[in-house]
């Protein structure tokens, strides 16, 4: 249908206020984009609404993970009759069970924040007095969790834009902790400790052969490699972005034990992106990622890419006695038999396999899926992996070999059907 815009200098200035609301939703959209969009919409026109965002949108939008706020805010701002409705349900708190199940919720509440520009939205028009029960609810959904504690629990997907702000906040300063593996290396010891027969021979051969003193020696510590699989397709792409920025903290941060940290993206293909996680930038360290990894958001091939890890880079990364992360919901579109096969030879050159799965965040959650089911009984613990408190959690059960997390309880429900 045509769309009535005004004439050029006002929609030279509403191109503009456009990409600043865009700009406040997270688009990294400069003054010379602004410019770039001014002269695409002379040069093609705007006699159609469909060309007028597709140049908009060619001009704006070089990610995926960028198309659905561009889409959100472009239906609120260029004459949606409903904009403001659309903008006070994005604003109001999500309900879990209700709300949580929209996949665009996210989106359309950063883009409300960036249209608002820190206004507050007006709250609805009650229609009618709600009953002592519905009030005492209300009460005690809202007003007995602390800012803080709603935070921590709430889901990465739900959160909007200052609320992902702290939490990234928070994940920076979150440590993965590991206890040191037992070596049969050996490291002078100036306390306690084994006789160093060897050491103090040495010393006495250096005095004459006179043993004023024992050496001693205390095992040296060996630290495991951590290996993480992070699946970037489409149903996890949310949860992939704040996982790799708690991975980037975990790489650069000293004192946690880690030996080393690698990092590998799949999709369709995997990726290994170790090198841009030492980049001490986040923001550079996850851009050059995402420019690396061609296939975020894209379709799943979780047994194809396992197998290429396990062809390719393996025997490289899961020396001395390697923890492996895996970060996916496991749905997945290979053959079940196949991802079975390669889990089983994953989870045979790994001294613990952790699986994080966000779909875990659901109460009802049961293993239906093939692929849930083909991978559940080849990893060590398998955990939740969509708030701030799941990762804390991980944090305390990663050192504990006798974690399984919620294995235990999903495979009795596997063998009862």
Known sequence: MPLDLPDTPRLVGNITHFARALRRAGLPIGPGRVLDAIRAVEAVGFTQRRDFYWTLHA???????????????????????????????AMLPAIRGVQEGRPAQAAEKRAAEALLD???????????????????????????????????????????LAEMAEAKRVLATLKLPIKPLPSRRSAPSF???????????????????????????????????LVVLCDIS???????????????????????????????????RLTNITRHLATRDVD??????????????????????????????????MGQGATVLLITDGLDRDAPDVLARQMQRLHLTARRLIWLNPLLRWDGF??????????LPHVDSFRAGHSIASLQELA????????TGEKDRLMRIMDNK
């Not at 001009?59 to 959100?72: D, G, L, S, T, Y």
């Not at 379709?299 to 990364?317: H, K, L, P």
């Not at 049961?366 to 991978?375: L, N, S």
């Open 284 to 317: 550079a360290a996850l851009a050059a990622a995402g420019a690396e990894a061609q296939d975020w958001e894209g379709g799943t091939r979780i047994g194809q890419c396992i197998e290429a890890f396990n062809r390719d880079w393996s025997r490289r990364v």
């Open 366 to 375: 049961a293993p239906k899926a093939a692929g849930i089911r083909a991978m």
């Open 59 to 89: 001009c704006f939008v070089n990610r995926p993970e960028h198309a659905r706020v561009f889409a959100q805010i472009f239906r609120l701002y260029w004459r949606d009759p409903r904009y403001l409705e659309h903008m006070m349900a």
């Open 118 to 160: 820190g206004a507050e939205a007006p709250m609805p028009e009650e229609e009618g007095e709600r009953s002592d029960e519905d009030a005492l609810i209300e009460v005690d959904a809202s007003l007995t969790m602390s800012a803080q504690e709603r935070l921590r629990t709430l889901d990465f997907e739900q959160m909007n």
């Open 396 to 403: 305390t059960a990663i050192s504990r070999t006798e974690d």
């Open 191 to 225: 306390g306690q400790g084994r006789i160093d027969a060897a050491r103090s021979l040495r010393a006495a051969l250096r005095r004459g052969g006179e043993m004023d003193r024992l050496a001693l020696k205390k095992p040296r510590p060996r630290w495991p490699n």
């Open 234 to 268: 489409g149903s996890m792409s949310q949860y992939s972005r704040v996982i790799l920025h708690f991975l980037h903290a975990v790489a650069n941060q000293k004192g946690a034990g880690w030996a080393q940290v690698h990092a590998f993206t799949f999709g369709t």
